[in-house]
């Protein structure tokens, strides 16, 4: 005849204790599974915006008229020995800039900067998608710098302003690649430039330089190292009357 043992009884206290445990296993299981959700979620919400911009289709966009502007070369117009030079920040994703570049700005170049008697930079500081999985600040300042070193820069910034709608995604690597393309660039070289560590090197160089000058937003406008309207966005007038008044410091 076969025997059989019984397991022995545990104790209450024995007993609690072991509840206890097996409530603490499953509270731990909840928690990495819990911490493993909110990974993938936030991985999510990362990679879904590029996987969108990648299979997006470039679409139409605003075509321009290239144009030779005196005295251009890179992200900079005019005499670069000048007593005056003239600084800008912007960002290609503010409204403000877009406003300032397109009416204001043409008149400083046509007036001062092609005729040699300034120093005009233009200054990438794309910091407005900080916070934003979607990149377009920092897409469009890498392609313009790339454009630049082609010293095409001034024809990309137009046509990017050209094509701003303020949505997401509109400037998506396709759709500025598009951008070089419709202009003539090397493709090759421009290519090359946009996956290149100088570039962010540039961009990098740039946020630094903006924060020593106490830049807080776009577009800032600095003559010789003055933010002339700070907060503000300065009209061709602001920007006259500071030329004029830099000419008489160095004069004097």
């Known amino acids: 005849m076969a025997h059989s043992k019984n397991k022995p ?7 609690l204790r072991e509840e206890r445990k ?3 296993q499953r509270k731990r299981l909840f928690t990495i599974l819990a911490i493993i959700g909110a990974a993938i979620i936030i991985i999510g919400l990362v990679l879904i915006p590029t996987i969108q911009t990648s299979r997006a289709p470039v679409g139409e966009f605003v075509q321009i008229t290239p144009a030779v502007i005196p005295l251009a070369e890179g ?3 005019g005499n670069p020995d000048s007593p005056i030079k003239v600084e800008v920040f912007e ?3 503010c409204k403000a800039c877009k406003s300032y570049s397109e009416v204001f700005e043409p008149q400083v170049i046509e007036n001062h900067a092609s005729k040699g008697e300034i120093y005009y930079v233009i200054y990438n500081y794309p910091f407005l998608d900080d916070q934003n999985p979607v990149k377009d600040s920092d897409r469009a300042a890498y392609a313009s710098e790339c454009a630049a070193e082609q010293n095409r820069f001034w024809d990309y910034h137009k046509l990017i302003y050209a094509n701003l709608n303020f949505v997401p995604n509109e400037f998506s690597e396709k759709r500025l690649t598009a951008f070089a393309e ?3 660039l090397d493709m090759e070289a421009f290519s ?3 996956d290149s560590t100088d570039v962010k090197t540039i961009i990098n ?3 630094a330089r903006g924060s020593q000058m106490g830049v807080t937003g776009t577009p800032s406008v600095f003559v010789n190292g003055t933010d002339i309207k700070p907060g ?3 009209t061709y007038e602001d920007i006259q009357a500071a030329i004029e008044q830099a000419k008489s410091n160095t004069s004097g």
């Open 192 to 194: 090359s430039c946009i």
């Open 232 to 234: 503000m966005v300065p």
């Open 9 to 15: 009884k545990l104790s209450k206290r024995q007993a």
């Open 182 to 184: 419709s202009l003539g």
């Open 91 to 93: 960002d290609f994703k």
């Open 22 to 24: 097996r409530r603490e």
């Open 75 to 77: 992200t900079a117009i």
């Open 205 to 207: 160089n740039n946020l």
